[in-house]
């Protein structure tokens, strides 16, 4: 019950890293807020979680929509008066595209998820967090934003962002008590890169350099999610973690 008490939102929860997230968290005592623009999977997120005791709400978000995230937030305040955790998750996986394979549509698309609506989730539950001085926010990047994938332009570009809007607000909102880390997952076996997994040469070229010899797992990034929550990482602030499997250090 290292969460007890807290109450959390996370993106791009109904499947994924994001729903693991929601699993764990709620486990681990959270209220949670599933955000997705999925609604079948995500109320199956949310009625799994509370078939365990857990307490979660599902709510169909767009979070490239700044009036939809100050509806979910002016919810969570209503009925819990606070917000302690959130989890910016949802993202855009655009690939197989170079920058001269990419079309000015799919760059702004995959911005207007991956990296607005980070800015926006963080942007509405700021003022929440400055009032009660204390949050954790924790956003979703990817070695892709630190290190060189091919045909991945506008994934990159947008990833790395994310590390950078990190920082940014560890630097600007630490002095009211509020943390921002990020968190680069690896290779993560998740039904958004599935296509990728099936290919047996992609699969392969991906385990050569992955140091534990496996694929990563949701519940792999849900454990340090669950870390930056809690009151644990009370020191832990502008942080970029990599759980990669070693994929990033591989010669």
Known sequence: MRLSG???IITGAASGIGQGVATRFAAEGAAVFILDLN???G???QDAIRAQGGDATFRYADVSRADHWSEVVGEVLERYGRIDILH???ARIIYGKNVL???EEDWDDEFATTLKGVFLGCKAVLPAMVAQNYGSIIN???TAGISGIPQFAAYSAAKGGVIQLTRSVAVDFGHNGIRANAICPGVIETPAIQSL???EEHTAATMSRLMLNRI???DDIASAAVYLGSDESGFVTGSVMVIDGGRTVAY
């Open 216 to 218: 990563g797992q949701p």
């Open 140 to 142: 979703t990047s990817s």
């Open 6 to 8: 807290k109450v959390a």
């Open 197 to 199: 997994l099936d290919n």
């Open 88 to 90: 910016n998750n949802a």
């Open 39 to 41: 609604e079948e999977n």
């Open 101 to 103: 394979q990419t079309s």
């Open 43 to 45: 109320r199956q997120t």
